[in-house]
């Protein structure tokens, strides 16, 4: 779709400038001594840089900060370290003149050595059925991750992906990897017919990660006008 005439605080917007928060934060505020007040004062400054609207910068700095309790207990949780943060990579499909490329937000190595590939969220996190049927981001990234295409210093064997929900009620989708559940997105170099079916099922998702955009995008401009009028309603995201 064409970019709006005139630009607003959407969903997108919300979506890049949390991941820049995020990014930040895990990059060079995680060992603060305080690290709820390091997080704030990052979300503060990205957010007085990347968001010209006063009222939306009230907004999502104040969502942040209910969400902020939650992400910094699941940011230290399962003892991982993060070894990868919001980096591109790419594979090259056998037998395809294809290469998948990913930008995973996050990759931990965890205590036993494997790997935990996170994903997170303003809007809707995917159930696991979703998963299954269409919204595979995170499975495409692990059998990403298992033909090593993350770099050579990495493991290889993925314990689990998780969505991580930042909005209005926070929570985790976790899924534990195993042979059966990555069995339709080939987790194995050689099933490359299979790998191709989900990158074809991958490329559907996009259109139906726009309907929900658009969904949500309608929901904060209701938010943003009920704010005005002085209520109370806050949308999921």
Known sequence: PLDPLRPGPDPRLRGQVLHTILESFL???GGAEDPRAR???????VLTE?????SARALWLAKLERAAEFFLTENTRHGGVPV????????DLPGL??????RPDRIDVLPDGRLRLIDYKTGAVPTEDQQAQFDNQLLLEAC???????GPDLPTDVASIAYI???AGPKVVETTITDEVTRGTAAKPDDSGLFA????????QEEHEQDREDEHGQAEAVDRRVMRAGGEHEPDQ
């Open 197 to 204: 079916a989900a990158v074809e099922a991958a490329l559907d």
């Open 97 to 102: 003149d294809f290469r998948l490329t990913a």
């Open 144 to 150: 990403m991750a298992e033909r090593g295409a993350f």
């Open 50 to 54: 990347a968001v010209a609207w006063p």
């Open 84 to 91: 990868l943060i919001e980096q591109k990579a790419g594979v």
């Open 27 to 29: 990059r060079h505020g």
């Open 39 to 45: 997080l704030m004062a990052i979300a503060d400054a």
């Open 165 to 167: 929900g930042l909005g």
